[in-house]
């Protein structure tokens, strides 16, 4: 083998993590690949909203998207509040708003590459 490619696989390979942390990253992206999480996700990136406004908004029951909201909550990609009665999510944090802004820039440069 080309001492280049030894030393770049040494490199890489102190670099990798675990398979138990790239499992956990695996998961933390399926968790993307359902649309109406996506919608909640991406709802959530521009507003704190109820389940009843989310609900209609994606146009599914209330026990819809609490299932959704729920998954979300124990991936700790939302986080809610309560106010009264009325409970209010949110994204966790700015890591999660960042990666759904970054996808979201990412398909549309893609659509305008293709036209």
């Known amino acids: 083998m080309h001492k280049g ?3 770049i696989l040494e490199k890489v390979r102190s670099e990798l993590p675990t398979d138990e942390l790239l499992a956990d990253l695996a998961d933390l992206f399926k968790l993307f690949g359902d649309s109406t999480r996506a919608k909640i996700l991406f709802s959530l990136s521009e507003s704190e909203i109820c389940v009843c406004a989310l609900a209609e908004l994606i146009g599914m029951t209330q026990s819809a ?3 959704q ?5 124990d991936a700790n990609l939302v ?4 106010a009264g009665k009325t409970v209010y999510y949110s994204l966790a944090d700015s890591h ?5 802004a970054q996808g979201f820039e990412h398909i549309l440069e893609r659509k305008e590459g293709e036209k």
């Open 5 to 7: 490619h030894i030393e």
């Open 65 to 67: 998207v609490s299932h």
């Open 69 to 73: 909201l729920r998954i979300l909550r």
């Open 79 to 82: 986080t809610c509040r309560r």
């Open 96 to 100: 999660v708003s960042s990666i759904v």
